[in-house]
Nanobody, 121 residues
Framework: QVQLQESGPGLVKPSQTLSLTCTVS??????????WSWVRQPPGKGLEWMGA???????YFSPSLKSRTPISRDTSKNQFTLQLHAVTPEDTAVYYC?????????????WGQGTQVTVSS
């Protein structure tokens, strides 16, 4: 069974960089043909897709976030990361990592439990 676990700071100051890591167990992030995604949910709002990295290392991110959310991976640790620069209070949300089958990019079959990130001074 695939398991995903988010980790990172719970509190970040405005203008700082937020770095989150998703550790995957029970399966390899290089396994054909999966996308490994970051999704967030601001308080009182719906889920927002942020970006993803594929089994072969191709990264994508939402154009609404511009270039503030680089996504990378470390295959030796079976981890992928989200790095969000110059955060603002609008970035406060629960952040999830999740797996997507390339056969249906709208279907997330495994999710992490989520981690709360608050941006505040």
């Amino acid at each position: 069974q695939v398991q995903l676990q988010e980790s990172g700071p719970g509190l970040v100051k405005p203008s700082q960089t937020l770095s989150l890591t998703c550790t995957v167990s029970g399966g390899s992030i290089t396994t054909d043909y999966y996308y490994w995604s970051w999704v967030r949910q601001p308080p009182g709002k719906g889920l927002e897709w942020m970006g993803a990295i594929t089994w072969n290392g191709t990264a994508y991110f939402s154009p609404s976030l511009k270039s503030r959310t680089p996504i990378s991976r470390d295959t030796s640790k079976n981890q992928f990361t989200l790095q969000l620069h110059a955060v603002t209070p609008e970035d406060t949300a629960v952040y999830y990592c999740a797996r997507v089958d390339s056969a249906d990019l709208g279907a997330y079959d495994y999710w992490g439990q989520g981690t709360q990130v608050t941006v505040s001074s």
